[in-house]
């Protein structure tokens, strides 16, 4: 079946610019969570939601980043005024769900932001 | 203090040879705990959980030490296709599935 997908793969801004990244999840995945990766670096947390209920947005790192999920299934997020600091890779995954943890993360191929 | 802390690498091995992958994790809370593994340019894929008495798939064995906080991770035999960043990952209790990843640890294997 299909996987987690992301679009658009690679996107570049200039600074100031806003930008939206798009996530599909997997059919009937209750949880979605967004991460941002940096060159070098984990994927740092930035926002879970599960169904349309965005239960965690603690790792936003900005007034600037908002992330939806109004229907429960497609995801978008948002980078208002990008900075160069934004430059990153940002992840989308989605579970099957369960507070504690135990269902797998399958993560997109993500989308390569890079702010000029 | 970051909440998951790795070894550093690269670690550069030959072929055939055993590596082990150390972690440490700062919150006494944490439920769940995985070893995900990610190819240059690629997304992060599940490599194995790891149980409390330790488990064992093929030629990866993890360990977890709840009382000193850490998680281990062994490559036996190891392949050229083993190349890749390790990353040590894991949840806290009743966050909805959270993972907290650590910084990753690269390998690679060379003929």
């Known amino acids: 079946g299909a996987g987690v997908s992301q679009s658009p793969r690679y996107k570049v801004a200039k600074r100031g610019q806003d930008v939206a990244l798009r996530c599909d999840p997997i059919?009937?995945?209750?949880?979605l969570f967004w991460y941002q990766q940096a060159l070098g670096q984990g994927p740092e947390f930035l926002t879970y939601f599960q169904n349309e209920a965005q239960l965690d947005k603690s790792g936003l790192p900005s007034d600037r980043f908002f992330a939806e999920r109004p229907e429960g299934s497609v995801s978008t997020l948002k980078i208002q005024r990008t900075q160069q600091e934004d430059s990153a890779v940002y992840l989308c995954a989605s579970s099957t769900g369960g507070a504690f943890g135990n269902s797998p993360l399958h993560f997109g191929n993500g989308t390569r932001l890079t702010v000029t | 203090r970051k909440e998951v802390e790795q070894d550093p690498g690269p670690f550069n091995v030959p072929e055939g040879a055993t590596v082990a992958f150390n972690c440490t994790y700062s919150?006494?809370?944490?439920?769940?705990f995985f070893w995900y593994r990610q190819d240059c340019r690629k997304e992060p894929k599940l490599l194995m959980s790891?149980?409390?008495s330790g488990n064992e798939d093929g030629r990866f064995t993890a360990q977890l030490n709840r009382a000193s906080q850490y998680i281990s991770l062994l490559i036996r035999d190891s392949k050229l296709s083993d190349s890749a960043t390790y990353l040590c990952?894991?949840?806290?209790?009743?966050?909805?599935?959270?993972?907290?990843f650590g910084q990753g640890t690269e390998l690679s294997v060379k003929p």
């Open positions: 990952v894991v949840t806290l209790y009743n966050q909805g599935g959270k993972l907290i």
């Open positions: 790891v149980y409390s």
């Open positions: 059919s009937g995945h209750v949880s």
């Open positions: 919150n006494s809370a944490s439920q769940s």
